[in-house]
């Protein structure tokens, strides 16, 4: 069993920055894929970014070059530094580690404000 717990949410201007971190209850590096999901109201839970355990990351198109996604195998922690917001980024950021199966964060909220 794993468990997740997100924290860095917020309410900011666009073109501001923010950075999510997610804490797990097991040691990370038995985790094969650690990431990060949204979901905007009325739409599908989607892929944001995923990393690796030999930290191959992957980005959704629309945030490349904006944000990051980092492990942290000393703290157990999966960040994920969010610059240049945009209003589209607004959501429900979800923290997923895959390891038999998934396992998910309970969310925290970003809302990026025009």
């Known amino acids: 069993q794993v468990q997740l717990v997100e924290s860095g949410g917020g309410l900011v201007q666009a073109g501001g920055s923010l950075r999510l971190s997610c804490a797990a209850s097991v040691s990370i590096w038995t985790i094969n894929v650690m990431g990060w999901y949204r979901q905007a109201p009325g739409k599908q839970r989607e892929l944001v970014a995923t990393?690796?355990?030999?930290?191959?990351?992957n980005y959704v198109d629309s945030v490349k070059g904006r944000f990051t996604i980092s492990r942290d195998n000393a703290k157990n922690t999966v960040n994920l530094q969010m610059n240049s917001l945009k209003p589209e980024d607004t959501g429900v950021y979800y923290c997923?580690?895959?390891?038999?199966?998934?396992?998910w964060g309970q969310g925290t909220q970003v809302t990026v404000s025009s």
């Open positions: 990393v690796t355990s030999g930290d191959w990351t």
């Open positions: 997923n580690a895959r390891r038999n199966r998934d396992f």
